[in-house]
């Protein structure tokens, strides 16, 4: 591989767009060529970029210039596209999801393991410095033991008409959980509910139960009137906000919590001591605890650059993907469970790993 990393860019629209620019813009990497069957968005990005542009992915692929490929064409096209990057040898960072069916997303799993090559999945959120943050507040036990997180991700559209809101926006909310618990959910309850009389559901309204006790609830919605951004972690010691639309202080964490006192007036901090035989909480007199709010100064690259940045170093072998094929797939299987759960009017259903 030449020390310069090649990276093609395929779909230029809305999301392609920017990653285009931030592949352009690294010092890790040059932009080998994009594809896009719109004329207009071809013509634009060449000229933009100074790249050859191609209308067929297969014609880019075959001119052999790029080591690895970004795909931000609509969702049903991603397996089929990663595949055929794969296939002919280059590395690929596929747009969330990774594909529309578990059983895809794990073959294309296989498929880059069998051929050493890098498979990586857009879950933006993860290269972005507030939820890395939040992952070591809760690794370094600053928040105690998680008892449960509530993501909010609302708005008034953008209204999608080849996904339903849960499959376009909920990758981003699962990956985020699966990260900060660094575990897979075991069951999964979800209601789904296509509001504006079409065949797509409009909202979402999922929890997911972690074996280890985390209870995560996910409300996805493009029918909402504010744009909320809004992830909310309660643990037994403190708990922490994290609002992405607040550009100056996104991660607030409260020193608050409740705490248990026993008989002999001893603080036993909730989650961390179970009753023991013959002993119950409602022995515990139960105390909340409102301490100060801080707020950290949180300074780190656009999260879109990170991850290209990431992609580059992951193609030259520095390191494996952060989001590799591997947590890609469990995303869909957790997607997958949800519409089960929701087929089933809402039923709690074990996920299928
Ligand atoms: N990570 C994020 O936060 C985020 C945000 C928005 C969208 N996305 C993802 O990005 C992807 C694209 O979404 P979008 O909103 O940019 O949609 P879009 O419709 O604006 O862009 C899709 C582009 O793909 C092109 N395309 C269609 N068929 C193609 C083909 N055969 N070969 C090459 N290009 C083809 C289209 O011409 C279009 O330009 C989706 O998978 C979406 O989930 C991710």
Redesign the pocket.
Known sequence: MADSVRIGM????????KLARNIYESRECDLAWI????PA?RSAAADRYGCPAF???GEALAQGAADGVV?????S??AE?ARQCLEAGAGVM????LALTGAEARSLTSLADSKGLVLMV????LFSEPVRYLRQLIADGSLGDVLYVYSQRLNLG?I?D??NALW?LG??DIAIALYLLDDRPARVSSRQYALLSRELEDVAFVTLEFDAGPVVHIHESWLDPRKVRLLTIVGSKAMAVYDDTDGDSPIRIYDTGVVAHDEDGQEVPLGQRAPEVGESFAQFKLLTRAGDMHAPRLVGAEPLRSEIDHFAASLRGDHPPLTDGAHGADVVAVLEAADASSAQGGAVVPVDW
């Open positions: 395929t779909g230029v629209g809305y999301w392609g767009s594809v896009d069957p719109d968005l209308s067929d992915l795909l931000a064409t609509p969702a096209m991603h596209h596929v747009e969330k999801p857009g879950h933006t959120f953008i999608r080849d996904l376009n990758p981003h």
